[in-house]
């Protein structure tokens, strides 16, 4: 998990969340569905396969270009 209170005075652009693999719930998920961050995130949340921190393969330049790209859409959308 992470600590939601520190996520909020820290302010970020934009809140990234990997996917797990197993699809399966975690604690994670408990702090990253906290009604503040779904409020003020809400529009400029990415989740991403955890595979692009663990996998160097050919599908890694495909993930990061997708993610430049959802980057991209959030911040044309003007969302604060």
Known sequence: GFDVEKVLRLA?????????YTGKPALRDVAAH???????YAGRTLTYPEGVYG????QASRWA???ARS??????????
């Open 12 to 20: 970020p652009e934009v809140l990234m969340r990997g996917a797990a």
């Open 55 to 58: 996998c160097g393969g050919p």
């Open 34 to 40: 906290h009604p503040a961050l779904r409020q003020r």
């Open 71 to 80: 980057l991209q859409d959030i911040r044309a959308t003007g969302v604060p």
């Open 65 to 67: 270009r997708d993610l």
